[in-house]
């Protein structure tokens, strides 16, 4: 069955062929179907687009006067549906739009995206860090990273590492206060809250054996992670902090880490992409590029 596209592409070749016959040659197909599709049209508009003799076909003026206006359509529509040239699809060239845990984004996905830019400069990296999570369909998103469970069968899936979570206190803070012995230990001390975005309070503290601890009233409360990790630093109060952000200042002796024994299992960390259709060779470089980045590289934290 013809659709209305193919239709209109036969009434094209009929008006500038001498007949429906030669119009079937230059089309491959029979002069009957050439006649089936104009007979359709005709239909479709209520006009006579050919008058047909014994002996001879002429335009009709309506379809003298369609004509340019349907061929300027298919041209158009020829042009929207073309797909990109072999040396277009094989550039590096466009923009890709990242999203992933501010933190963890700053530390560990920028400086990768970074040297990504400065190899490639035709992409043009779009990110948006953000501890909420996007909505990388609705949001136009072609690469995401996100912490913890991850099921969803719209995405492609890579797990490319996990993120520990643990207690620290600066050397300061323990001298002061002395080191908790066990989790129960925290409602006596000062603590840091970190604020969730998505519902305005702040996050428990995770634990081993799926415990769950608010250690309220708290000394000192941001929803920002790097500000939660510096006031601990300062001595303000504990605070339980990626390993990403803590480990660092745990291995220069700027932070010890404490309850190590009750630390919950690392959260899985995944780079994902919308399943929609061939993916650009930009778009598979900053997944890649980001992917390697996030590779478990952890080395243990001095521990008291």
């Not at 209305?4 to 500038?16: M, P």
């Not at 969803?152 to 797990?159: A, E, G, I, K, L």
């Not at 920002?224 to 200042?249: I, K, R, T």
């Amino acid at each position: 069955m013809l659709h209305s596209q193919d239709r209109l592409r036969i009434f094209c070749v009929a008006a500038e062929a001498d007949s429906f016959r030669d119009a079937a040659a230059r089309l491959g197909m029979s002069p009957q179907g050439v006649t089936r599709a104009v007979q359709e049209l005709e239909a479709h508009y209520g006009e006579l687009l050919f008058h047909r003799t014994t002996r001879s076909v002429h335009i009709t003026d309506f379809g003298a006067e369609l004509a340019p206006r349907v061929r300027a359509c298919l041209a158009q529509m020829d042009a929207v549906l073309a797909p990109a040239s072999p040396q277009a699809a094989s550039e590096l060239v466009g923009r890709v739009r990242v999203t992933a845990p501010r933190s963890l984004g700053r530390l560990r996905v920028l400086p990768a995206l970074n040297e990504v830019a400065r190899l490639h400069p035709g992409i043009l990296i779009d990110i948006r860090l953000s501890d909420e999570l996007a909505d990388v369909v609705d949001g136009q998103i072609d690469v995401g990273v996100r912490m913890g469970l991850f099921k969803d069968n719209r995405f492609v899936v890579r797990r490319v590492g996990s993120v520990g979570f643990g207690v620290y206190g600066s050397r300061a803070l323990i001298k002061r206060h002395g080191t908790p012995e066990r989790v129960a230990d925290l409602s006596a001390l000062p603590t840091t809250g970190l604020i969730d975005h998505s519902t305005g309070r702040p996050w428990h503290w995770f634990f081993s054996k799926e415990r769950r601890v608010l250690p309220e009233p708290f000394a000192f409360v941001t929803d920002d992670p790097e500000a939660e990790c510096d006031a601990v630093m300062s001595g303000v109060a504990f605070g339980q902090l990626p390993d990403y952000l803590a480990q660092p200042h745990a291995q220069a002796k700027r932070l010890v880490q404490v309850l190590a024994a009750d630390s919950p299992p690392p959260w899985d960390v995944y780079v994902y992409r919308p399943q929609r259709g061939p993916v650009p060779k930009r778009v598979r470089l900053v997944f890649d590029a980001i992917a390697n980045a996030l590779k478990e590289d952890e080395a243990p934290p001095e521990r008291a």
